[in-house]
């Protein structure tokens, strides 16, 4: 069984430039989650969706958007990468009512030059 | 506002014992979780509780004191493989997850 997939794996990126992160999830679950991780830092919430054609905003969303137009993928956009963006993003699905564990991707390492 | 205090990094023996310690101040409270998460790779879940109480899982516990707003995961028989940074998460009454950076554990034989 795939669970979650993100892609890719890792990118290195010129600032100004565009880049979306994909993530597609199998288990059709109802809410997707991103997060990036950075040392000493917890996981902070970028954006959410609560089921598929809803989407919310997290913890750090500028800079970032979102979309899902079905259940199973949940892509994350930069429209113009910064330095500061520079991250290990994870994508995670939750089955349903924001109760339960979360399922995490492999993660998407990005490095903004 | 909200906080999920862990310790940074803790050092162990193998075949020991370790408990790792968790507070929270959140806004309400809707269960805790813990994670594990070796390095490079993603979180993977490890325990919930919504109870006060000890939840056993084979070599790992976790216990929760709502009214302490305290949890510790417990893993015993440590083994080398154990090495992994131990994620402390609330869900608050909002139903979002509070995550605490994370403890990174270092067995040593």
């Known amino acids: 069984t795939a669970g979650i997939t993100q892609a890719p794996t890792s990118q290195i990126l010129a600032a100004g430039r565009s880049m979306t992160l994909r993530c597609t999830q199998d288990?059709?679950?109802?809410?997707m989650y991103w997060y990036r991780q950075d040392l000493g830092l917890g996981l902070r919430l970028i954006h959410y969706s609560n089921t598929a054609g809803t989407t919310g905003k997290g913890e750090v969303p500028d800079g970032y958007s979102v979309s899902r137009a079905n259940t199973d993928d949940f892509p994350l956009t930069l429209a113009s990468a910064v330095p500061s963006q520079t991250s290990v993003y994870f994508c995670a699905s939750q089955p349903s009512g924001n109760t339960g564990e979360l399922f995490f991707g492999e993660g998407s390492r990005l490095t903004v030059l | 506002g909200q906080n999920i205090d862990q310790p940074t990094e803790m050092t162990a023996t193998e075949g020991a014992i370790v408990q790792i310690n968790c507070t929270y101040q959140t806004s309400g409270f809707n269960g805790l979780f813990w994670y594990q998460q070796h390095a490079g790779e993603a979180p993977t879940f490890l325990s919930y509780n919504v109870l006060d109480g000890l939840e056993e899982k084979g070599r790992f516990s976790s216990f929760l004191s709502r009214s302490k707003g305290y949890s510790y995961l417990l893993l015993k028989e440590l083994q080398m493989k154990d090495s992994a940074s131990y994620l402390c998460a609330v869900t608050d009454s909002n139903y979002q997850l509070i995550w605490g950076a994370g403890t990174k554990l270092i067995i040593k034989p």
């Open positions: 288990m059709r679950h109802n809410a």
